[in-house]
């Protein structure tokens, strides 16, 4: 009983973090604060993240494996294999959306590159798997042509990051306006629709 | 004739640059070396390039211009539009690991990003005018379905700049391997045929 107490204070904490992260942003909310929203001490704060980067990665692990959740019950859902894909790129632009809400890319870039590096390309295997299996499904319906699904994954995965790195001149960025999303949000859609067509039988 | 000479000249002068940096690099290239191949002084050098960074200007802006050249004459052929683009792939692969050798990536980062990322802006943008029209000239035979070619082509070669990217992670970078810049051509082969297929009747 007590590892799950444990467990559930960290995620009580990371929910309140993510509240705050939210409205105010990653980098202008104090420890403090989320100590005072939750009524605990900072020192029970500190027991289950030692500082301030801990809790951030903590934040982007749960948004992470909120996001990844939802994409994979898109992917198995059932549907034509263009609007699996569709629906989960509407799933990655309000990720996305959100994120960049939190700004977490701001504070993380700043401190610990390297790992934020094996963070996305973690993230990119993962959805480039799940895009894998999506094709291979509408494979075996018949609807598209046979293809080495995993190189065609890889293909439409990093072309649709083309598509959003060109924003921000190919960095990952919390710099993105409202408009810009809603462009790259269009763009994906429409290369979605001509890729999914290009593999066709 | 003295404008003509002084544009000989200049052009001589890139054309040593050129060497040098395709045999050693722009970095490890000096002023000095390139007067001695050319058996000048070193003020006359000077005399058309104040400093070292006009000079990796000038050789930018030249090798731009053979690209473009080359490109535009690929992009009015006669042929099958994804043969068309296919060719334009190769131009482009060919002037990219040309481009690496001559560490002007390198150089140019570390002293005038803004007017770099300006530089690979209009590049971008001129290539995507030309893919644009070897759209359009696909449409005209009855080839392809018609679509807006602009907006086709903006999503056509963002994508292959994202199938770049990936290598270095979303960077523009000098340090591609012979077999990572062999990975990337076989993507965009793969890509162009799949995206032309897409956008056919």
Chains 1, 2 share one sequence.
Not at 2 to 9: A, F, I, L, P, V
Request: glycine letters at 6%; aromatic letters at 8%; a negative charge.
């Amino acid at each position: 009983m007590h590892t799950d107490n444990r467990d559930e204070m960290r995620d009580r904490i990371i929910e309140a973090a993510l509240k705050r992260f939210t409205h105010y942003g990653a980098s202008k909310t104090t420890m403090n604060e989320i100590a005072e929203d939750l009524h605990c001490s900072k020192a029970s704060l500190y027991y289950y993240f030692p500082d301030k980067n801990a809790l951030h990665f903590g934040v982007l692990e749960k948004a992470g494996e909120t996001f990844f959740a939802r994409l994979e019950k898109v992917a198995e859902g059932e549907g034509a294999t263009v609007d699996i894909l569709l629906e989960m790129a509407r799933v990655r632009h309000i990720f996305a959306k959100r994120f960049c809400r939190l700004e977490l890319f701001k504070v993380l870039r700043d401190k610990q590159i390297d790992t934020t590096g094996d963070v996305f390309e973690q993230a990119r295997q993962r959805e480039t798997a799940m895009t894998a299996k999506v094709l291979q499904a509408g494979i075996d319906r018949g609807e598209l042509a046979p293809c080495d699904v995993q190189q065609m994954a890889v293909l439409y995965i990093q072309s649709m990051l083309g598509l959003r790195l060109s924003l921000a001149n190919g960095a990952m960025s919390d710099d993105i306006s409202e408009e810009g999303f809603e462009t790259v949000r269009q763009w994906q859609e429409q290369f979605t629709a001509i890729f999914i067509k290009g593999l066709k039988k």
